[in-house]
């Protein structure tokens, strides 16, 4: 399931009321090593802002799995605004010092731990706005795995000679209205990927072709969720958890299957109609496709790879570099519009699928059930 091409990931500011729920149970597995990041900017959805004034604007950086380095830098693009913007408007927080472009957080980043970089901007004294004015500020973030690596936060290049595992980058634009120089926001509610803790949407469920099984989710107001995801109520699964994780892409269908992000993060959401259609999977899931074992971490359903420690045992599952070729392809069927990832390379090996009574790359032999012996 290799991606031969990857994308740049470009949500909007998005502003999300943070409700209390119930932290479920989770198998005591231990920590991942492998390193999964994720950006999220956060905006008060408000009408406007004064020059001078402190807007709420939210820069946390996710760390999704295994312990790591972070560091973020910032890019600020302005049309037809009078004023240079730069990252000394924004507030950036404790723990994070400057280093040419990059912004680099001084101490260990837990495990699935969020981290804010910055609390709030000061909007410009802007004097002259043009038609259409807006600024966009985009935000690029790395991380390195956190052992065998120590920074060197004295030295101008505190990451010289790291091995990057992975990035992530989000952007969003703010308009300026012509008259008076006022800041104005724009805001979305959908999350960019599942969290451990979700704030449940409240909506209705349609179903849109009976025969393929195709749904869609509006909320109160009627609008149609898309193109992220949302936790929400599943009045048709057998469980007795009601609420889950689903996915939905830019025309607003319901994912069922593979998904893999524009950074190359794949997760897998049920694809039986038996009262969990695409419902997040977490845990070991046996596809139906290729008949491999995979792993999604129990958190975060992200795709594990690489050696991990699962109940107690040890297994290993295929990394992006030992896969030769690609052997899942994205098909679409007919003029419905609507595809799925489907394996087409019999006998290639996976990206993420489990090595069973063999031996792994680095020469250890697992058995019969993949466990390391």
């Given at each position: 399931?290799k991606?031969?091409?990857?994308?740049?990931?470009?949500?909007?500011?998005?502003?999300?009321?943070?409700?209390?729920?119930?932290?479920?149970?989770?198998?005591?597995?231990?920590?991942?090593?492998?390193?999964?990041?994720?950006l999220?900017?956060?905006?008060?959805?408000?009408?406007?802002y004064?020059?001078?004034?402190q807007?709420?604007?939210?820069?946390?950086?996710?760390?999704?799995?295994?312990?790591?380095?972070?560091?973020?830098?910032?890019?600020?693009?302005?049309?037809?605004?009078?004023?240079?913007?730069?990252?000394?408007?924004?507030?950036?927080?404790?723990?994070?010092?400057?280093?040419?472009?990059?912004?680099?957080?001084?101490?260990?980043?837990?495990?699935?731990?969020?981290?804010?970089?910055?609390?709030?901007?000061?909007?410009?004294?802007?004097?002259?706005?043009?038609?259409?004015?807006?600024?966009?500020?985009?935000?690029?973030?790395?991380?390195?795995?956190?052992?065998g690596?120590?920074?060197?936060?004295?030295?101008?290049?505190?990451?010289?000679?790291?091995?990057?595992?992975?990035?992530?980058?989000?952007?969003?634009?703010?308009?300026?209205?012509?008259?008076?120089?006022?800041?104005?926001?724009?805001?979305v509610?959908?999350?960019?990927?599942?969290?451990?803790?979700?704030?449940?949407?409240?909506?209705?469920?349609?179903?849109?072709?009976?025969?393929?099984?195709?749904?869609?989710?509006?909320?109160?107001?009627?609008?149609?969720?898309?193109?992220?995801?949302?936790?929400?109520?599943?009045?048709?699964?057998?469980?007795?958890?009601?609420?889950?994780?689903?996915?939905?892409?830019?025309?607003?269908?319901?994912?069922?299957?593979?998904?893999?992000?524009?950074?190359?993060?794949?997760?897998?959401?049920?694809?039986?109609?038996?009262?969990?259609?695409?419902?997040?999977?977490?845990?070991?899931?046996?596809?139906?496709?290729?008949?491999?074992?995979?792993?999604?971490?129990?958190?975060?359903?992200?795709?594990?790879?690489?050696?991990?420690?699962?109940?107690?045992?040890?297994?290993?599952?295929?990394?992006?570099?030992?896969?030769?070729?690609?052997?899942?392809?994205?098909?679409?069927f007919?003029?419905t519009?609507?595809?799925?990832?489907?394996?087409?390379?019999?006998?290639?090996?996976?990206?993420?699928?489990?090595?069973?009574?063999?031996?792994?790359?680095?020469?250890?032999?697992?058995?019969?059930a993949?466990?390391?012996?």
């Amino acid at each position: 399931m290799k991606q031969i091409k990857k994308r740049i990931l470009s949500v909007l500011l998005s502003a999300a009321i943070i409700l209390s729920v119930p932290t479920p149970t989770w198998a005591a597995d231990t920590v991942p090593k492998q390193v999964v990041i994720e950006l999220e900017a956060v905006s008060e959805e408000k009408e406007h802002y004064r020059p001078k004034e402190q807007a709420d604007y939210t820069v946390t950086l996710k760390n999704k799995l295994g312990p790591s380095w972070l560091r973020v830098k910032f890019t600020f693009t302005g049309k037809n605004v009078d004023k240079t913007f730069s990252d000394n408007s924004l507030n950036i927080q404790d723990d994070w010092i400057k280093h040419g472009d990059y912004f680099y957080y001084t101490k260990k980043a837990e495990a699935y731990t969020d981290y804010t970089v910055v609390k709030g901007v000061e909007i410009p004294d802007i004097v002259s706005v043009g038609e259409g004015a807006s600024v966009t500020i985009s935000v690029f973030g790395e991380a390195v795995q956190y052992d065998g690596f120590k920074p060197d936060f004295g030295s101008t290049e505190p990451w010289k000679g790291a091995e990057i595992k992975h990035a992530s980058q989000v952007s969003g634009s703010s308009s300026y209205r012509s008259s008076g120089g006022s800041f104005r926001t724009r805001a979305v509610t959908l999350y960019s990927s599942p969290q451990e803790k979700g704030n449940p949407m409240e909506g209705q469920w349609e179903l849109v072709n009976a025969e393929n099984h195709t749904w869609k989710y509006h909320n109160s107001s009627g609008n149609y969720v898309k193109n992220g995801w949302i936790y929400v109520q599943n009045p048709y699964s057998p469980k007795q958890e009601k609420y889950d994780w689903f996915h939905f892409d830019k025309e607003g269908i319901m994912t069922v299957g593979w998904y893999v992000t524009d950074n190359g993060v794949w997760y897998y959401c049920h694809e039986v109609s038996d009262g969990n259609l695409g419902m997040l999977v977490k845990g070991w899931h046996e596809d139906s496709q290729d008949g491999k074992k995979y792993f999604l971490d129990r958190k975060t359903g992200i795709m594990l790879s690489g050696w991990q420690e699962i109940d107690g045992h040890s297994y290993y599952f295929a990394t992006a570099s030992e896969v030769a070729q690609q052997s899942w392809f994205w098909k679409t069927f007919g003029d419905t519009g609507l595809g799925k990832w489907m394996y087409e390379r019999l006998g290639y090996r996976s990206f993420g699928s489990m090595y069973v009574n063999e031996r792994t790359p680095d020469g250890q032999k697992v058995d019969e059930a993949g466990r390391k012996e």
